[in-house]
C-alpha cells in the first residue's frame, strides 16, 4: 500500500513534466529552428552577399529609380510592404500581396504559386514586372555597367568570367543576399532547442491547439510553412471577397485542373508582423485569417477561445529582425540610362 | 652676389609652398570644415535622434504607406532621388528637384525657397504634400499612437508632456535625426584642416578658379553655399528649360517683387553625388551645370578648360556618407488606420 501510494505520487508529480515534454517531443517533430547562419553552401562569398544587399537597395534596377527589391520587401517591416496587394511603376497594383523575404530560402519555390524555383530565378521577376520596377534585362546591364563600382564588384564576385556584369548574375547576388535574411531565435525556436520557458503557458496551449486541430499538417518544417502546395479551400473555398476567382494560383503554372486555386501553404514565421493575409491581402486580421483557415481548410469552426490562443502562439513565432547596414549605392555617370517613369512592360507580380 | 645667389635660390624654393599656403589661407577665410560630430545643442537626446530615424524610414507616415521621408532623400543616394523632380503620393511628380538632406542643419532655411525656417518647419511639409506623403496631422498622430512602440519612445524623449505623440513632435525628432546626418571628411574639410596633400593638384587649380571666377561668393562657408538666397540669372536669365518661368522661387514666400527668380544658394557639398541640378533638375551634367553658373550667375563663359579644372575640384566636395544601420518598425494594430492609396490633399513640394 505504501508503496503504491509513493509510485501514485510520483506519477501524479511527474504528470505535468510528461505533458510539457510530450508538447516539445511533438513540436520537434513537426517543426525545425531557422539557424543562427545561413546556409553557407548557397552563398557564393561575403562579397557576393554584399553586392546583392546594394542591388535588393538600389532604386535604379527599375526604370523610374523609385522602386527596389526592398520597396515591397522592406527590410524594416518583417520583408513586406503591408499592402493588401503590392504597388509599384505607375502606382499600379500588382495582383497579389507580396510575401516575405524573410528566410524565404528555405520555401520549397518562389512566389505564390511556385513559378520560380529558387530565389535566383524570382530576382528576375519583378524587375521585369510592368506593375513593379518595369525594367529590361538591357536596360538593368547598361546600367550597371555605367557605374565603375559596381563593374568592380562584379568582377570580384565572378572573377572568372570574362563579363561578369549579367542579368543572371545580378539575380544571383541579390539571392545571395536574401539566404542570409534569417530571423532566428523566436520563442518556438528556443522552444524546440529544449528551452521549455521559452514559450507561456497561452502560447503552449495555442501550440498544442496549432498541432490539434491540422494547422500543423501543412504549417510545418523549418518555416512553418512555406513546403508544399494546398488548394485554398480544401474543405470550403472562401467567399470571392477572400480569394478571388479570377486568380486561379498554381493552374497558371502547371495548367492542371486540379491545381486550380492552388497555392503555396506560406510561411507562419513572422506572421504577426505581415499583415494584410492570404495571396489577396484582404485579411487585415490575424484573428479572422484563423478563422478563415479553420473553415476553408480543416473544416472546423474553431471558438473564440481557441482562435485565439492559437493567435496567442503565432506571436511567439516572430524571430530577430535582421541587422541591416543600409548600403552606400555608387554614383551615377554620364552613360547611366536615366529614369523613365512610363509605363512600357508587359506583366508580372508576386 | 653670393649673398644674393642664396636669397634667391631662398625665394625661389619659397615660392611654391607660399602658394599653396597662399591657397588655403584663401580657402580657410571661405569655407568651415564639417564637424565629426553632430552639434549636440541642436539635438534632444539618443533617443530623439533614435526615434526620428525610424520615423524617417517609416512609409507610414504616408496615406498610402509607400513613401518614406528616405523616398525622396535616400541615404544610400547622398539624400536625394536623383529625380529631375520628385516623384511620390499618386507617382505625381512634385514641383522641384529634392535637395539634399545631408548637412542641411547648416543652411540659413530648409527648401529652396526658404519657406520653413529649420529643419522641424520642414518635416511637417512633406507628409502632408499631395504630391509627397498625403497624409494629415491628425491621421499621422492617430497612426503613431496606434503602435504601442511609438508611444512608449516618444514618452521616453518628452517625459514632461502629458500627450507626448503630437505631429510637433514628430517633426522634432526627424529634425534631430536629421542634425546628424553629416559627412565629414571630405578632401576641401581635409585641406582646410592643414592638411596640404589632401587636394590634388588639379584639385587646387579647380579650388583656385572657384575663388577667382567668383563662384566662392555665394557658395560659402561650412555648407559651401545653403547661407544666402541670390536671383538665379543674376547676371543673365538661363532658358525656359532650365529655369522655368512659372516658378517664381522665393516671391511665392515674401511676395517681394525682388524675390522673382530668386532661390537658395544650394551647398556644393557632396554635389558630385546629387544629379540631376538646380531646382529645376533640368541639368544631369555637372560639367553643364558648372556653364551655366557661369553666365548666368557670373557673366563670364568658362573655357572648357576651366569649367574642367573647377568639376574636378568639386567632386572634392565628396564626404564620408552616413552610416546608417537600418530600423526596425513596430508593427501595426487594429486600430492603425490602414493606407489608402487615392489621393485626397492638395499642394506642396520642394
Known amino acids: 500500500m505504501r508503496v503504491m501510494a509513493v509510485l501514485m505520487l510520483l506519477v501524479f508529480a511527474a504528470a505535468p513534466a510528461m505533458a510539457a515534454e510530450d508538447l516539445m517531443d ?15 553552401d548557397k552563398i557564393i562569398s561575403p562579397q557576393s552577399v554584399e553586392l546583392g544587399k546594394m542591388l535588393y537597395f538600389d532604386p535604379r534596377l527599375s526604370s523610374s529609380w523609385l522602386v527596389s527589391c526592398n520597396t515591397c520587401h522592406n527590410l524594416g517591416t ?49 524587375v521585369q514586372a510592368a506593375v513593379e520596377m518595369n525594367n529590361t534585362p538591357d536596360r538593368v546591364v547598361k546600367t550597371l555597367k555605367s557605374m565603375p563600382e559596381y563593374v568592380k564588384r562584379f568582377g570580384e564576385v565572378f572573377p572568372d568570367q570574362k563579363d561578369p556584369v549579367t542579368f543572371e548574375n545580378m539575380a544571383r547576388v541579390i539571392a545571395d543576399y ?134 496567442t502562439f503565432l506571436h511567439a513565432l516572430t524571430g530577430d529582425q535582421p541587422d541591416v547596414d543600409y548600403p552606400i549605392l555608387p554614383p551615377i555617370t554620364d552613360s547611366t540610362p536615366k529614369p523613365e517613369l512610363a509605363v512600357t512592360q508587359q506583366g508580372g507580380g508576386h
Open 178 to 311: 536574401e539566404v542570409t535574411l534569417l530571423t532566428p531565435n523566436a520563442p518556438i525556436d528556443k522552444f524546440i532547442k529544449g528551452d521549455d520557458n521559452a514559450l507561456s503557458k497561452a502560447e503552449k496551449e495555442g501550440l498544442r491547439l496549432f498541432m490539434d486541430k491540422g494547422c500543423a499538417t501543412c504549417h510545418s518544417g523549418i518555416n512553418i510553412g512555406g513546403g508544399m502546395y494546398q488548394p485554398f479551400g480544401v474543405v470550403e473555398k472562401p467567399g470571392s471577397d477572400i480569394l478571388p476567382r479570377d486568380d486561379k494560383g498554381r493552374f497558371a503554372v502547371t495548367e492542371t485542373p486540379s491545381d486550380e486555386y492552388v497555392f503555396k501553404v506560406p510561411s507562419l514565421r513572422n506572421v504577426a508582423l505581415t499583415p494584410p493575409y492570404f495571396h489577396s491581402g484582404k485579411v487585415w486580421s490575424l484573428r479572422q485569417a484563423v478563422g478563415v483557415m479553420g473553415t476553408a481548410q480543416l473544416g472546423v469552426d474553431l471558438t473564440d477561445s481557441e482562435a485565439s490562443k492559437i493567435v
Open 78 to 126: 518583417a520583408g513586406v510592404d503591408l499592402q493588401e496587394t503590392s504597388v509599384g511603376h505607375g502606382w499600379k497594383r500588382g495582383p497579389r500581396n507580396a510575401p516575405t523575404v524573410l528566410n524565404s530560402v528555405y520555401n520549397i519555390a518562389q512566389f505564390w504559386d511556385g513559378r520560380a524555383s529558387d530565389l535566383k530565378e524570382q530576382a528576375k521577376g519583378p
Open 26 to 40: 511533438r513540436a520537434k517533430q513537426v517543426f525545425e529552428p531557422i539557424p543562427t547562419t545561413p546556409p553557407k
